[in-house]
């Protein structure tokens, strides 16, 4: 009787042992690889630095592509509709976070996801653009960096090296929110400050060869705004603006490599750096709420020497030195 007695505890003790075991198997953590899905508008030379900056600042927070974290980066060479089918494939996949570059990216992204966690890449207006609704305490599962650019340093450039200039012409895509947002600032600060803008809209880059080719023929210098379309099809209006002798001013630096003059603009490298950084915060646990939407308030002086020198711009000796100390000189 004792040996049963003694059998039986034996046998209830190793089961107990191995319930315990088992469970604790099944809560233990696992040693999930993160996963992200990266979302880019289209192929140009803006968006191409902002990407190169995620990955860095996402290597600065600890996450190393192909190491410790897997990005599924989607392109969608302009298309709205491959937007909505590559937003849908990050949630069938269930992505641990997304990122969206540009505004249609982050618009298409929170679409189709409302729990994971989503990092604006470079959006220039999120309230407008009904991403968040408060810029320093984001309610839903939203935030990220802007690309606002300084509209009035960029003014107060075209004034200083146009001083003679009687009409400035602007030129957007209607369908881009963020060129849209821009050139609504922008033409309140021309109002203010006694400027006669003229305004110039195109439905996409089809439209733009004939319609800069007339505009370039009715103004005396050209500023254009945060628009992946136009920068996407830089060349032709640089190409047309040429022929009349007419100075570009667009708001970002790569614009500026592309045949345009001089701004002040944001860094798209370090816009990426700061989206991806924000990103690998969230992976580490930073709650969305939490986290403020971030800006680049100053930008950095670019000046293409060569293209002001063809288009009769004079640059003053002290914008050279500081774009030489704090921005960039293209010779």
Same mark, same amino acid.
């Given at each position: ?117 989503? /990092?604006?890449? %470079? $959006?220039?207006?999120?309230?407008? &653009? #009904?991403? *968040? ?114 100075? /570009?001013?667009? %708001? $970002?630096?790569?614009?500026?490599? &592309? #045949?345009? *003059? ?70």
């Amino acid at each position: 009787m004792k040996r049963l007695v003694g059998f039986i505890v034996i046998i209830f003790g190793f089961l107990g042992f191995a319930f315990v075991t088992s469970k604790n198997h099944q809560t233990a953590p696992k040693n999930k690889i993160p996963k992200i899905g990266l979302l880019q508008l289209m192929d140009q030379p803006a968006l191409a630095q902002i990407q190169k900056g995620v990955y860095q600042g996402l290597k600065e927070e600890g996450f190393e592509k192909g190491k410790n974290i897997k990005i599924d980066y989607q392109n969608a060479q302009g298309n709205q509709s491959n937007l909505k089918i590559m937003s849908e494939k990050f949630a069938n996949e269930d992505v641990d976070l997304s990122i969206g570059i540009t505004t249609p990216s982050a618009i298409s992204l929170a679409d189709v996801m409302d729990k994971a966690p989503i /990092v604006m890449g %470079a $959006v220039t207006d999120p309230k407008s &653009a #009904g991403l *968040v609704t408060n810029l320093n305490k984001p309610s839903k599962n939203i935030t990220g960096v802007s690309d606002q650019a300084p509209l009035d340093e960029q003014l107060g450039l075209i004034k200083k090296l146009m001083p003679k200039m009687k009409t400035l012409g602007i030129i957007y895509t209607s369908s881009d929110n963020s060129a849209v947002t821009q050139y609504k600032k922008f033409k309140q600060l021309c109002q203010e400050q006694n400027i006669k803008l003229k305004a110039y809209s195109i439905a996409n880059s089809n439209d733009l060869n004939q319609v800069s080719q007339t505009m370039a023929q009715e103004v005396d210098a050209i500023y254009v705004p945060t628009d992946n379309t136009v920068a996407g099809a830089m060349s032709t209006l640089v190409k047309n603006a040429n022929a009349e002798k007419v100075p /570009v001013f667009p %708001a $970002v630096d790569s614009m500026v490599k &592309a #045949g345009g *003059v001089a701004t002040y603009s944001v860094n798209q490298f370090k816009l990426g750096v700061m989206s991806g950084k924000m990103a690998g915060r969230l992976l580490k646990g930073e709650k969305v709420k939490e986290t403020p939407v971030e800006f680049i308030r100053h930008g950095d002086l670019t000046i293409n020497i060569k293209q002001a020198q063809k288009m009769g711009v004079h640059i003053p000796d002290s914008l050279i030195k500081e774009a030489q100390k704090k921005g960039e000189l293209i010779k």
